[in-house]
């Protein structure tokens, strides 16, 4: 079992739309969790990033953990096209860091 | 502005070659580390270090080295290239354990 786990995709939504991009991890003692965007050839960059149970709001994005069922997830609200982008969920367990494979999420027009 | 720079950007070597990969940042962060990333595995982390002398194997370790002698620069060796080492690269730092980490913009090793 992979340590964390996100659906591949490819995920695709209408302009205006809210995204939904699910993550959930392996180990309870998991103390912090990101989100990162990767747009194609380039590197992560940090979209949010939740440390505790409920709701964490920044602009169009929402993260959502809930540590109980070992789930974090990210909504974008009002999604555009330049959302288009790999979505990498990372989880800090002890001194690693363990990144998800990444869902793909395209926005049409 | 601070930063983390890596070099080469690209770079391609033969089989049974030693290769190292640069890294450096500038923010001063204590904690460095190097993954690489194909497809269908995504990031995979291979070394990390939270200190000047100090390093760390993360997943994926056989086959590479690091040694980190200052606080701005930590250096991924390949030893003996190999065709499975083909793959992106990235370093990345954060200034405390379970901090936000920062990207390079990454090396892309091609061992042929």
């Known amino acids: 079992q992979k340590e964390v786990e996100q659906n591949s995709g490819p995920l695709s939504v209408p302009e205006g739309a809210i995204a939904s991009l699910n993550c959930t991890y392996s180990?309870?003692?998991?103390?912090?969790f990101f989100w990162y965007r990767q747009y194609s050839g380039k590197s992560p960059e940090l979209i949010m990033f939740?440390?505790?149970?409920g709701d964490k709001e920044d602009g169009r994005f929402t993260a959502q953990l809930n540590k109980a069922s070992q789930y974090v997830s990210l909504l974008i609200r009002d999604s555009q096209p330049s959302d288009s982008a790999t979505y990498l969920c990372?989880?800090?367990?002890?001194?690693?860091?363990?990144f998800g494979t990444g869902t793909s999420l395209t926005v049409i027009p | 502005d601070a930063e983390i720079t890596q070099s080469p950007r690209h770079k391609i070597t033969e089989t049974g070659r030693q290769v190292t990969l640069a890294c450096h940042q500038t923010?001063?962060?204590?904690?460095m580390f190097w993954y690489r990333q194909d497809l269908g595995h995504g990031l995979r982390l291979i070394h990390y270090?939270?200190?000047?002398?100090?390093?760390n194997k993360g997943e994926v370790s056989d086959g590479y080295s690091v040694s980190r002698s200052n606080t701005e620069d930590l250096p991924l060796t390949l030893e003996s290239a190999a065709s499975s080492q083909t793959s992106v690269y990235f370093c990345?730092?954060?200034?405390?354990?379970?901090?936000?980490?920062?990207f390079g913009a990454g090396t892309r090793l091609s061992v042929l």
């Open positions: 939740i440390y505790s149970n």
């Open positions: 270090s939270y200190g000047v002398q100090d390093t």
């Open positions: 180990d309870r003692g998991s103390q912090s």
């Open positions: 923010w001063n962060h204590n904690n």
């Open positions: 990345a730092s954060s200034p405390s354990v379970g901090n936000i980490q920062y």
């Open positions: 990372a989880v800090q367990a002890g001194n690693q860091f363990y």
